[in-house]
């Protein structure tokens, strides 16, 4: 009986094991005939139609892929929509900071633009890392401290000791690496504005005009309120505040 109930346990296994490969590879040809599709419209100048595939992946399929980002990016600047098109290139050089086709792209879209993004040490250190990366890594390094520790407490060898500290070291190194990563992508909520927009002086369309901004600026968002949000813009050595409406500006975390 036991035996028997062993053997339909490993077939009903491996009949699973099967269903999900399936599973896995049919939904990785429903987004592969999705982008070709894309790419086939993107040829024929088809934008909205691309734009359109492009945008059900992301919100829909729930796609996050940098090069899905950086494709959607190129569809709304041919479309005439520096915004969306800025907008999509920060998502994607989020997920891809050090591929070059894509740092080049957001380059030359803020340089269209005419928009200069400042830039700290830590900005210029930390570009070169996606967050997913500096947090793996962190995990591994942690899991492997605990490894070494748990071998350490019923070995008690040197080398294992050794082993500790070169670990620990790494950890001082990563954790505020992951902490300012973290802070710069999740805490400080980034934005592109959409459009040319009014800027005003609280959240109301009643409030006064402070500045006009142009569409493609990044922006911090300071606070959200309603359907307005107090954002922070940079200009040079001078910082600007004010509200600006939901719909104008999409945000590049979410």
Known sequence: MTIKVKANMKKFLGFITVCLCFSICFA????QTQIDNAEEN??????SKTIEIYESLIKIEKVNN????YNLSNAYYRNGNIGKAILNIE?????????????????YLNAVAEHVRQKN??????????????TVVSAAFVILLFAVLSLFIIKRKPILKKTMIVLVVF????????????????????????????VRSGPSENDTDIFTIPAGK????????????????????????????NKAIGNING
């Open 28 to 31: 990785e040809n429903i987004h």
């Open 42 to 47: 993107f040829k024929r100048d088809n934008f």
């Open 66 to 69: 940098p090069y899905i980002f």
């Open 91 to 107: 998502k994607a050089l989020r997920l891809a900071p050090r591929d070059r086709e894509i740092r080049n792209n957001a380059d």
């Open 121 to 134: 040490f830590s900005d210029t250190f930390l570009q070169y890392f996606s967050l997913n990366e500096i």
């Open 171 to 198: 950890l001082i190194i990563c954790i505020p690496l992951f902490a300012l990563k973290a802070y710069n992508e999740i805490v400080l909520k980034e934005a592109v504005v959409l459009y040319t927009s009014n």
């Open 218 to 245: 990044v922006v911090s968002v300071i606070v959200k309120s309603g359907d307005w949000n107090n954002i922070k813009v940079r200009y040079g050595n001078e910082s600007l505040t004010g509200w600006i409406e």
